[in-house]
């Protein structure tokens, strides 16, 4: 789900921030915890509008796939965050049976 600032803004990671930037984490009730706290380390760096999306939006979707993929303490999350031009895409993936990914046709543009 690429986000993509507004004109005025430009997305720019500090010099230790690499792309992407991964985090791998055991599902189960305490993984929306996880990685809402990787990502106030992590993207600290983002626009307050644009980092408020992405912590929503990433913690409900890894509150999916505790609900809906059925990843327990035993499967693995992963979640990926890249800078692409002027947008961040953040991902989330899960070992659960799901159904078959779909490439993205364009970017989902989130005005702040």
């Keep these: 789900m690429p986000a993509q600032a507004t004109s005025a ?6 010099a230790d921030w690499r792309s992407p930037c991964r985090l791998r984490t ?7 915890e996880r990685v809402r706290c990787w990502l106030h380390e992590t993207a600290g760096w983002l ?3 644009l980092a408020s999306a992405l912590l929503l939006l990433t913690s409900e ?19 990926e965050l890249r800078v692409e031009a002027n947008c961040l895409r ?21 005005d702040f």
């Design 9 to 14: 803004t430009v997305l720019k990671p500090p």
């Design 26 to 32: 055991s599902g189960g009730a305490h993984a929306p």
């Design 47 to 49: 626009p307050a509008g």
């Design 61 to 79: 979707l890894v509150n999916n796939s505790v609900l809906h993929g059925r990843a327990g303490e035993g499967d693995m999350i992963e979640i």
């Design 90 to 110: 953040a991902e989330v993936t899960d070992s659960g049976r799901g159904f078959a990914r779909q490439v993205p046709v364009g970017p989902h543009i989130v």
